[in-house]
Nanobody, 123 residues
Framework: QVQLVESGGGMVQAGGSLRLSCAASGGTFASYGMGWFRQAPGNEREFVAA????????YYSDSVKGRFTISRDNAEDMLYLQMNGLKPGDTAVYYC????????????????WGQGTQVTVSS
């Protein structure tokens, strides 16, 4: 059973940076496409970024493109999300997930989820 554990969340001021980490265990990490989603109170879970398993092709939502960078270290079974230029609108719980479906930007394509890490950006 795949287990995912996020870390690195916290509280920062607008314009600041955070680096989220996601530690994977219990599966062949290198064979999974991976993604980051976020969910703010009262909102649906929202796609943030994704990376493929074979060619490390990356995808981003329009709201974070140019500010966030997704990366992975298959040797360490780790997924990362570098977040720069944070805005109050980025405040949410951030989740990492493994993808077993076709649609990269759809939460329904992801089958294993971490417990989430809180990111709070103050103005």
């Amino acid at each position: 059973q795949v287990q995912l554990v996020e870390s690195g969340g916290g509280m920062v001021q607008a314009g600041g940076s955070l680096r989220l980490s996601c530690a994977a265990s219990g599966g062949t990490f290198a064979s999974y496409g991976m993604g980051w989603f976020r969910q703010a109170p009262g909102n649906e879970r929202e796609f943030v970024a994704a990376i493929t398993w074979r060619d490390d092709i990356t995808y981003y939502s329009d709201s974070v493109k140019g500010r966030f960078t997704i990366s992975r270290d298959n040797a360490e079974d780790m997924l990362y999300l570098q977040m720069n230029g944070l805005k109050p609108g980025d405040t949410a719980v951030y989740y990492c997930a493994t993808r077993n479906g076709f649609l990269v930007r759809s939460a329904a394509s992801y089958n294993h989820w971490g417990q989430g890490t809180q990111v709070t950006v103050s103005s």
